[in-house]
């Protein structure tokens, strides 16, 4: 089945810094990749979606880009902000389900 | 409007007892998703219903964990014979479309099996 792997794990930068997190999955056939958000003790939320046909999606400081050759895709996050704290998960899609990386926790700080 | 809601939102239960967790997906979503979070991981999942029917529930750990949505909207997860290890964050999400389109999620249940 699909694997989604995502590193870093922890990710510390300062405010107005870049932030880029990046994932591989092992199912070629995948071809829907969402990032998400959550913040302590809420659910994920959805923050920017990629599908297969497209390379690079952008909106404001969060872009998103895809190599479907290598089976790898990135979030970047420019000019951070302290409220963009939180543990973000890049996802698969695989069989009308998602399959979620194990998630990176990021630190802004002032 | 209304978002997912999940309850309870935290549960205490012992070893070997049956737990019962509720969700209320937004009004008209057709797909419900169960997924399981343990801490510091990411969402496990474990069943997806389009409709009524369980569309896939490859991801339910064993026999003791079954799930259920008799009327296309609340889903109900049910535990048998609880066992330490099931202790997580149990989340539900629902779509209006399935697999490719946004996933809204409810804050979750914690169950924690003593």
């Known amino acids: 089945g699909e694997n989604v792997e995502q590193h870093p794990s922890t990710l510390s930068v300062q405010e107005g810094d870049s932030a880029v997190i990046k994932c591989t999955y092992s199912d070629s056939a995948s071809n829907y990749f969402p990032w998400y958000k959550q913040e302590l003790g809420k659910g994920p939320q959805l923050i920017i979606d990629i599908r297969s046909n497209v390379g690079e999606k952008k909106d404001q400081r969060i872009a998103v880009t895809l190599n479907k050759t290598a089976k790898h895709f990135s979030l970047h996050i420019t000019e951070t902000q302290p409220e963009d704290s939180a543990v973000y998960f890049c996802?698969?899609?695989?069989?009308?389900?998602?399959?979620f990386g194990t998630g990176t926790r990021l630190q802004v700080f002032p | 409007g209304a978002g997912v809601s999940q309850t309870p939102s935290n549960k205490v239960t012992e070893k070997g007892k049956y737990v019962e967790l509720r969700c209320d997906p937004i009004?008209?979503?057709?797909?419900l998703y169960w997924y399981r979070q343990s801490l510091g991981q990411g969402p496990e999942f474990l069943i997806y219903?389009?409709?009524?029917?369980?569309?896939?529930d490859s991801g339910l750990p064993n026999d003791r964990f079954f799930a259920v949505r008799p009327e296309g909207s609340v889903s109900t997860l049910k535990i048998q014979r609880t066992e330490r290890g099931d202790s997580a964050v149990y989340l539900c999400?629902?779509?209006?479309?399935?697999?490719?389109?946004?996933?809204?999620f409810g804050e979750g249940s914690r169950l924690t099996v003593l």
């Open positions: 999400a629902s779509s209006s479309t399935s697999g490719t389109g946004e996933l809204f």
């Open positions: 219903f389009q409709g009524t029917g369980a569309a896939d």
């Open positions: 009004s008209g979503h057709t797909a």
């Open positions: 996802a698969a899609s695989i069989s009308d389900k998602l399959i």
